[in-house]
C-alpha cells in the first residue's frame, strides 16, 4: 500500500495544497511532501490527524481499493419476503447496512403496508416504480403515484402504505441503515 499517494490523492481532492495540509496537522510542506513520496512514515497519531483533516475515516483509508466492488448483479442481491406482512424485500447491495446509503427494491401487496419506523437521523428517498403509496410521517400523509418521488428526514415516525388496487414496487434509498 502506498500511504503517501492515498494521503495526496485525498489532499488534492480536498483542493488543499501541501502548505495548507500541513497548517491544518501542525506539519511542515516539506514532512507533507515526503509523505506523499513515500520518503518518510507518519506516526499513528500523525496519520489519524491528517486523515481527519482530509475527512475521511482510518477503515476507509485503509480499504483496499481494488477490492471494493462497483457493479453488483442480481446474484448479489438478499431478497426478504414476509407473506403476513404483504411486502417483497430486495437488498440491492451485500452488506448495504455498513454503507452510508441503503439501496432497496421494495414490493408491496394490494393492502399491504411496510413495517413503522421509529424516529431517526435518518433521510430516505423512495421512488415508485409503479403503483400508488401513502406515506404516514407523523401527522401527516403524503401520496406518490408511479413516477413520482418521495425525500424526508425521518424525524418523526413512519410507515408506507400501499394504495394502489395491485401491488406497488418501489426503490427506497436510506441513510443511516434502518431498513
Same mark, same amino acid.
Given at each position: 500500500?502506498?500511504?503517501?499517494?492515498?494521503?495526496?490523492?485525498?489532499?488534492?481532492?480536498?483542493?488543499?495544497?501541501? /502548505?495548507?495540509?500541513?497548517?491544518?496537522?501542525?506539519?511542515?510542506?516539506?514532512?507533507?511532501?515526503?509523505?506523499?513520496?513515500?520518503?518518510?512514515?507518519?506516526?499513528?497519531?500523525?496519520?489519524?490527524?491528517?486523515?481527519?483533516?482530509?475527512?475521511?475515516?482510518?477503515?476507509?483509508?485503509?480499504?483496499? /481499493?481494488?477490492?471494493?466492488?462497483?457493479?453488483?448483479?442480481?446474484?448479489?442481491?438478499?431478497?426478504?419476503?414476509?407473506?403476513?406482512?404483504?411486502?417483497?424485500?430486495?437488498?440491492?447491495?451485500?452488506?448495504?447496512?455498513?454503507? /452510508?446509503?441503503?439501496?432497496?427494491?421494495?414490493?408491496?401487496?394490494?393492502?399491504?403496508?411496510?413495517?413503522?419506523? /421509529?424516529?431517526?437521523?435518518?433521510?430516505?428517498?423512495?421512488?415508485?416504480?409503479?403503483?400508488?403509496?401513502?406515506?404516514?410521517?407523523?401527522?401527516?400523509?403524503?401520496?406518490?403515484?408511479?413516477?413520482?418521488?418521495?425525500?424526508?428526514?425521518?424525524?418523526?415516525?413512519?410507515?408506507?402504505?400501499?394504495?394502489?388496487?395491485?401491488?406497488?414496487?418501489?426503490?427506497?434509498?436510506?441513510?443511516?441503515?434502518?431498513?
Amino acid at each position: 500500500m502506498q500511504i503517501g499517494a492515498k494521503i495526496k490523492r485525498l489532499r488534492l481532492k480536498n483542493g488543499l495544497t501541501q /502548505e495548507e495540509l500541513g497548517e491544518r496537522t501542525d506539519l511542515s510542506k516539506g514532512f507533507i511532501s515526503q509523505l506523499e513520496r513515500d520518503m518518510n512514515s507518519p506516526s499513528i497519531e500523525t496519520l489519524f490527524s491528517l486523515l481527519e483533516v482530509l475527512g475521511t475515516s482510518p477503515k476507509e483509508f485503509f480499504d483496499d /481499493e481494488e477490492d471494493m466492488k462497483v457493479v453488483y448483479s442480481a446474484e448479489d442481491h438478499t431478497v426478504h419476503i414476509d407473506e403476513d406482512a404483504g411486502y417483497e424485500i430486495d437488498w440491492l447491495i451485500p452488506t448495504s447496512n455498513k454503507k /452510508e446509503m441503503e439501496p432497496v427494491y421494495l414490493t408491496l401487496r394490494e393492502k399491504s403496508q411496510f413495517r413503522a419506523f /421509529e424516529p431517526s437521523l435518518a433521510e430516505t428517498f423512495i421512488y415508485v416504480i409503479e403503483g400508488k403509496i401513502r406515506l404516514i410521517l407523523g401527522e401527516n400523509e403524503y401520496f406518490a403515484r408511479t413516477g413520482d418521488s418521495i425525500y424526508y428526514s425521518a424525524s418523526h415516525s413512519h410507515r408506507v402504505v400501499n394504495e394502489h388496487a395491485g401491488k406497488s414496487e418501489l426503490i427506497v434509498v436510506a441513510t443511516h441503515s434502518y431498513l
